[in-house]
């Protein structure tokens, strides 16, 4: 056997049935806005598809009889990728990610603050916080002075967060989650939202002075062609008047030469 490629090439998704495709004894026809036509075979419904400009177009292969609908088919195809990617930029926008601290039931007050600090601007981001207590052994005596702490930090949070359950222990660690409030999320989220707009609008704009430019660089180009044009028109003007001038010159040199001639013989 050959080293070549090893299987069939993956089908992409060709989309619903439309046009030639469709060939069934009977149908229930909608127009473009979803109006019912009425109940045609496939060939009739291709000639009203036809007569429209239309794309014949299945919609409901499992109703009785199968539903199709008149539409363009491209504007219809681009305007549902252009929903799922604005639900895609939703739903990235809304992804919270979950930030880590941890930290000690005795830890130093310089340390404390500056987790503090690292929590706010976390939730402030729109994300959330998860804090973790260690306790290692005879500390696990002291869980009630961890608990304490932890109120503390939720407290000293403020608006930023609000507690998210009760601390809880998992093995020798008490863990406590902290999620943002419902204004800072969308707070965040319009932010997300107006920073990709700022960018597809400089994306835009280069786009547009790009195309100026080119436009800029043919009319220079049509306005050399013009002035080469007029130069040389005016060189071939000096050109004929000046050969004009010249050849009645040499003629009347000649019939001074042809008088002379004969004032010689005579």
């Known amino acids: ?20 495709d469709i060939d069934l004894p009977e ?10 036509i009425g109940v045609m075979s ?16 299945m919609m409901s292969p499992e109703a009785i009889p199968p539903v199709c609908r008149l539409m363009n088919y491209s504007k219809f195809k681009y305007e549902n990728e252009k929903k799922q990617r604005e639900v895609r930029r939703k739903a990235v926008a809304m992804r919270v990610e979950v930030k880590e601290l941890k930290m000690r039931f005795k830890i130093d007050t310089h340390d404390y603050g500056v987790r503090l600090r690292a929590a706010k601007k976390f939730l402030e981001g729109g994300d959330k916080v998860k804090v973790i207590c260690q306790f290692r052994g005879r500390e696990n005596d002291f869980r009630e002075l961890g608990r ?3 109120m503390k930090f939720v407290a000293d949070v403020g608006e930023s967060g ?9 093995g020798n660690q008490m863990i406590m989650l902290i999620q943002p409030t419902k204004e800072k ?20 704009a ?26 040389d028109d005016e060189d071939d003007e000096e050109y004929d008047e000046d050969g004009e ?8 040199e000649e019939e001074e030469e042809k008088e002379v001639a004969r004032v010689v013989r005579k």
């Open 148 to 150: 304490d702490m932890f």
């Open 185 to 204: 999320v969308a707070q965040q989220v319009s932010k997300k939202e107006k920073r990709q707009q700022m960018s597809k609008d400089m994306a835009a």
């Open 1 to 20: 056997r050959g080293r070549g490629r090893r299987g069939g090439r993956v089908q992409m998704d060709q989309g619903p049935p439309r046009n030639e």
């Open 27 to 36: 149908l229930r026809l909608l127009d473009e806005n979803k109006e019912p």
């Open 42 to 57: 496939s060939d009739e419904a291709m000639v009203v598809a036809e007569e429209a400009g239309l794309d014949l177009v």
């Open 245 to 252: 001038e010249e050849d009645g010159d040499y003629e009347e």
């Open 162 to 170: 609000t507690l998210e359950g009760n601390p809880s222990m998992n």
């Open 206 to 231: 280069s786009a547009r002075s790009g195309d100026e430019g080119e436009e800029g660089a043919e009319d220079d180009e049509e306005y050399n062609d013009e002035d080469d044009e007029e130069y």
